[in-house]
């Protein structure tokens, strides 16, 4: 008789989640668990709340309701510099606007990650980063002289740098082409699978639902 093998522990899991906007916009979420190391989707049309989801996930946003627990813990629960440095050291971010700072170079932008989560800064983990994502030729560059595609390289880098457990990824292919897009995703997943990360990506993009086991879809 084969012993079963215990079921991964959910890297996160979103309980009676909701948001309200102050305007009458009362955004409301289904329960959901991620299995560490599984990637999951999160689709749906344009205002069905999935950045909204994707900052209350990150505790940049608080909910008015229910809670979010990442990696064991109650983010919304933390506050101030707690949850900076919660954040900084589990959560990944790639926004759609991919908010380097201008005035450090591409290599700087990475050591600030490390620092900011309290963690040694490690030249040698932002070199060896960069050369794999192909912009170590970029790494004293600053962001503004960047291509988008290697500005995307570089944010990428940027929320891989801390091995987080979780990368959330907001709309990263909606204004890419088809080859673009799957690029852009080859990269997002092959970086989340190297760190043994879950991979969160929140878009409209219907393209990529294909490359998704998990789904999670917001209705209008």
Request: with cysteine.
């Amino acid at each position: 008789m084969n012993a079963t093998s215990p079921a991964p522990s959910p890297v996160l899991r979103l309980e009676r989640l909701r948001f309200d906007y102050g305007d009458g916009q009362l955004l409301t979420f289904p329960d959901c668990e991620v299995p560490a190391g599984q990637h999951c989707l999160i689709l749906g049309p344009s205002g069905c709340g999935k950045s909204t989801l994707l900052h209350l996930i990150a505790g940049l946003l608080k909910p008015t309701g229910g809670h979010v627990e990442l990696a064991g813990q109650r983010v919304d629960a933390l506050r101030g510099a707690s949850l900076d440095r919660f954040r900084g050291r589990h959560v990944g971010l790639v926004f759609q606007r991919l908010h380097l700072l201008p005035a450090l170079s591409v290599a700087d932008n990475l050591l600030l990650a490390q620092g900011l989560a309290g963690m040694p800064r490690n030249r040698a983990r932002v070199n060896e980063l960069l050369e794999r994502l192909g912009v170590a030729h970029r790494a004293h560059a600053r962001p503004d002289d960047l291509s988008f595609g290697q500005a995307q390289r570089v944010a990428l880098a940027r929320a891989v740098i801390n091995s987080p457990p979780v990368i959330l990824a907001d709309e990263p292919t909606s204004n890419l082409d088809d080859g673009n897009t799957q690029e852009v995703l080859n990269l997002l997943q092959a970086e989340a699978s190297r760190s043994g990360a879950s991979l969160i990506v929140a878009t409209h993009d219907r393209r990529i639902r294909d490359a998704f086991d998990l789904r999670l879809e917001l209705a209008a």
